[in-house]
């Protein structure tokens, strides 16, 4: 059902969620700011369970900030986001519809999975404990059954044979399918990715872009940063084109990519192509 919390009023240019929630993430007019410098300026996105949205746009315009608030790293100034609402609840910080408590984002948290461009991965562990130490530490699944299913995970992004490897002795391509492996492990109910291979050697791209069409071709629910294009007309449903902080313009990739209508896209797009 709804989590609409009772006595309390929608604050001032942001809807009430009053209907279920059609996306499995959704975002409605959210904003921050840093100091004066208005980062998101009033997003709306929803992506819709077995979709792949991706995120294009300039560096700057708030792509990082944006993942960032979804998976509650950063709090909103207006605005609301809501991650499998049916689950968890909304969370609207900025008003006093309701507040997540700490206790609540953590356990949303382990609902979403996150992939950074710096793989982020724990230097001391082993593939494998990486892959494990989410699922064991924050959902408190049994170690055993945890490290079947992060074996399984290994070999599916085709790391069998490295399970017992540190990132030191990894490739960065090798090092990104560790991290999505382990993103992967909590049962995440959505995948989030921020430019995943543009930390990459050019060679390495492939196989890591690999991995997550299959994912995509899967049905893994996921919200992509990136600028790689082709990748984008590939497997995104909805391709999402931001500047300075607004939603520009959003599509399938045919009309984005192939049409642009705003010329700030199509400004980016022949950077980028
Ligand atoms: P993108 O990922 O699209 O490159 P970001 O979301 O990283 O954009 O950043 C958007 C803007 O917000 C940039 O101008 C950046 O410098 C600024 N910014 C991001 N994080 C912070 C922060 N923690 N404090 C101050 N400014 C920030
Ligand atoms: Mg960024």
């Known amino acids: 059902g709804t989590a609409t919390a009772p006595g309390t009023a929608a604050a001032p240019g942001t809807a009430a969620p009053d209907a279920p929630a059609a996306g499995l993430v959704e975002v409605r007019g959210v904003h921050k700011s840093y100091g004066t410098l208005e980062v998101l300026a009033g997003i709306d996105l929803v992506v819709r369970p077995g979709e792949v949205t991706v995120i294009l746009g300039p560096s700057g315009s708030g792509k990082s900030t944006l993942l960032r608030v979804i998976n509650h790293l ?3 100034d207006r605005g609301f986001v809501a991650v499998d609402g049916d689950l968890i609840g909304y969370s609207r910080w900025g008003d006093t519809l309701r507040e997540l408590k700490e206790k609540d984002i953590l356990v949303q948290r382990t609902r979403i999975g996150f992939v950074f461009q710096g793989f982020n991965l724990f230097p001391h562990l082993t593939a494998l404990e990486n892959v494990v130490e989410a699922p064991v530490s924050a959902q408190g699944r049994p170690r ?3 490290e079947a299913e ?3 995970l290994l070999a599916r992004v085709g790391l069998a044979d490295k399970v017992d490897a540190r990132p030191r002795q990894l490739s960065g391509g090798q090092q990104q399918r560790v991290a999505i492996a382990r993103a992967l492990a909590t049962r995440p109910r959505v995948l989030l990715f921020d430019e995943p291979t ?4 050019p060679e390495l791209v492939g196989e890591v872009l690999d991995v997550i069409k299959d994912l995509a071709h899967g049905g893994t629910t996921m919200l992509v ?9 590939e497997v ?24 642009p209508r705003h010329d ?3 400004a980016f797009l022949d950077k980028v192509l």
Not at 225 to 233: D, K, M, N, S
């Open 74 to 76: 950063e709090k909103v």
């Open 144 to 146: 055993a059954e945890v």
């Open 150 to 152: 992060a074996r399984e």
């Open 198 to 201: 543009s930390a990459l050697d």
């Open 225 to 233: 940063v990136t600028h790689e294009i082709g990748f984008a007309r």
């Open 236 to 259: 995104a449903d909805t391709v999402v084109f931001m500047d300075a902080g607004r939603v520009v313009e959003q599509g399938p990739p045919t009309q984005v990519l192939d049409a």
């Open 264 to 266: 700030r896209t199509k």
